[in-house]
């Protein structure tokens, strides 16, 4: 495997990475990740190979890794006998795997992750948008057409792929998540640790503070929530660019009081503990290719209200865990109203959420990536067996 992203840097893509990476070596395969060094956070991890990095100007998160570094690897991968590359992001790392599979004579395989047309207006703003998802878009087309397989991490980017003009093969596998080491008891209580009272309403989101995640919707909608319930909080767990921008909002909305910003949290238990602190998850991005945070949320049992669009079409079924939401403020304050006020109807949501959950178990997801990389090692095979029969 190889990405631009890896952790420290947490995302959906990074968390993607790891689960496959684990439930794959746990059905016994070997997978070696090629990955950018981070200057502070990085751990070191069996199995990873970092590559010299630089910083991105306008994006403090990210690194650049140098290409040249990444080919310098190809005699020590030689050795190692791999039998297919797995690309996971769109710059450096798809550029070198396309050029390291070739040399290599090893099939590439690319994971659509991320609806890019959605999120360069937000960091490209001296450019025209409509030029920007244009240009997104013929990027998106040409890369997919270097690969001998795509995984679409959900129905909806299956059709956006195919909408763009993308016709090769794309094979549809969400990420899985791991509930055996994610759903494992707290080991400290969230309320008592950040010093939140006992019994108010808490509304958790969990994801980067990016203008792209929508966040600032739900904070529109608050007041109508505070109107009815007015102790209620709604706790943001992530960092990001557009943070001081959400402070501001909240301000012009007088609900800054009513809104904490917590930052990252750990998954060695942090975020588990938050989530099942959280009375509710609420979730209104517009261009999830999956939307993990909403299965980790139904898989320690927090009723979810979201809008479901995008990826989260694939995860959310209304009444499944759930209750699915208009992007109208109305609409969603009413249906997190109902749920505060409703016990009763939060707790069978619960533990509809946990079921519905158990189906994208990690290992089940990994079963299917494994079976996409043979018949993509198999053809392979069968294309260059029946190149040299014509040969001769």
């Given at each position: 495997?190889?990405?631009?992203?890896?952790?420290?840097?947490?995302?959906?893509?990074?968390?993607?990475?790891?689960?496959?990476?684990?439930?794959?070596?746990?059905?016994g395969?070997?997978?070696?990740?090629?990955?950018p060094?981070?200057?502070?956070?990085?751990v070191?991890?069996?199995?990873?190979?970092?590559?010299?990095?630089?910083?991105?100007?306008?994006?403090?998160?990210?690194?650049?890794?140098?290409?040249?570094?990444?080919?310098?690897?190809q005699?020590?991968?030689a050795?190692?006998?791999?039998?297919?590359?797995?690309?996971?992001?769109?710059?450096?790392?798809?550029?070198?795997?396309?050029?390291?599979?070739?040399?290599?004579?090893?099939?590439?395989?690319?994971?659509?992750?991320?609806?890019?047309?959605?999120?360069?207006?937000?960091?490209?703003?001296?450019?025209?948008?409509?030029?920007?998802?244009?240009?997104?878009?013929?990027?998106?087309?040409?890369?997919?057409?270097?690969v001998?397989?795509?995984?679409?991490?959900?129905r909806?980017?299956?059709?956006?792929?195919?909408?763009?003009?993308v016709?090769?093969?794309?094979?549809?596998?969400?990420?899985?998540?791991?509930?055996?080491?994610f759903c494992?008891?707290?080991?400290?209580?969230?309320?008592?640790?950040?010093?939140?009272?006992?019994?108010?309403?808490?509304?958790?989101?969990?994801?980067?503070?990016?203008?792209?995640?929508?966040?600032?919707?739900?904070i529109?909608?608050?007041?109508?929530?505070?109107?009815?319930?007015?102790?209620?909080?709604?706790?943001?767990?992530?960092?990001?660019?557009a943070?001081?921008?959400?402070?501001?909002?909240?301000?012009r909305?007088?609900?800054?009081?009513?809104?904490?910003?917590m930052?990252?949290?750990?998954?060695?238990?942090?975020?588990?503990?938050?989530?099942?602190?959280?009375?509710?998850?609420?979730?209104?991005?517009?261009t999830?290719?999956?939307?993990?945070?909403?299965?980790?949320?139904?898989?320690?049992?927090?009723?979810?209200?979201?809008?479901?669009?995008?990826?989260?079409?694939?995860i959310?079924?209304?009444?499944?865990?759930?209750?699915v939401?208009?992007?109208?403020?109305?609409?969603?304050?009413t249906?997190?109203?109902?749920l505060?006020?409703?016990?009763?109807h939060?707790?069978?949501?619960?533990?509809?959420?946990?079921?519905?959950?158990?189906k994208?178990?990690?290992?089940?997801k990994?079963?299917?990536?494994?079976?996409?990389?043979?018949?993509?090692?198999?053809?392979?095979?069968?294309?260059?067996?029946?190149?040299?029969?014509?040969?001769?």
């Amino acid at each position: 495997m190889i990405s631009d992203v890896y952790f420290p840097r947490v995302n959906g893509v990074s968390t993607s990475i790891a689960s496959f990476r684990e439930a794959l070596s746990r059905l016994g395969h070997t997978v070696t990740l090629i990955c950018p060094t981070y200057p502070v956070g990085q751990v070191a991890e069996p199995g990873v190979i970092r590559i010299p990095s630089r910083g991105v100007p306008g994006d403090p998160e990210d690194r650049w890794m140098h290409h040249r570094h990444v080919l310098a690897l190809q005699p020590e991968l030689a050795d190692e006998g791999f039998d297919l590359i797995h690309v996971h992001t769109p710059f450096v790392a798809h550029y070198a795997g396309v050029a390291m599979g070739r040399r290599l004579g090893i099939p590439v395989i690319a994971t659509y992750h991320t609806l890019f047309e959605e999120y360069l207006h937000h960091y490209v703003r001296w450019l025209p948008s409509g030029m920007l998802r244009w240009a997104a878009r013929r990027l998106s087309v040409r890369q997919c057409r270097q690969v001998d397989a795509l995984v679409a991490p959900s129905r909806a980017m299956d059709a956006t792929l195919r909408r763009y003009g993308v016709n090769g093969h794309i094979e549809v596998i969400s990420t899985g998540i791991g509930l055996d080491s994610f759903c494992a008891e707290p080991r400290h209580d969230f309320r008592q640790m950040h010093l939140l009272p006992t019994e108010v309403p808490l509304l958790l989101f969990v994801g980067r503070a990016a203008r792209e995640k929508n966040i600032g919707f739900l904070i529109e909608m608050l007041p109508a929530v505070l109107e009815r319930h007015p102790e209620t909080l709604l706790l943001i767990a992530g960092e990001g660019p557009a943070q001081a921008e959400l402070r501001q909002q909240a301000r012009r909305h007088g609900v800054e009081a009513s809104v904490h910003f917590m930052g990252y949290l750990g998954r060695d238990g942090q975020l588990q503990s938050a989530y099942r602190a959280a009375d509710l998850f609420v979730f209104a991005s517009r261009t999830e290719t999956q939307g993990l945070v909403l299965l980790e949320a139904m898989a320690l049992g927090t009723p979810v209200v979201s809008t479901a669009v995008m990826g989260t079409l694939d995860i959310l079924i209304d009444g499944e865990g759930c209750l699915v939401a208009n992007e109208n403020t109305d609409d969603f304050a009413t249906k997190v109203n109902r749920l505060i006020d409703d016990r009763e109807h939060r707790t069978e949501l619960s533990i509809r959420a946990r079921t519905h959950a158990a189906k994208w178990h990690e290992d089940l997801k990994a079963a299917e990536l494994a079976a996409l990389y043979r018949r993509t090692c198999d053809s392979r095979l069968t294309s260059m067996v029946d190149a040299d029969a014509k040969g001769d």
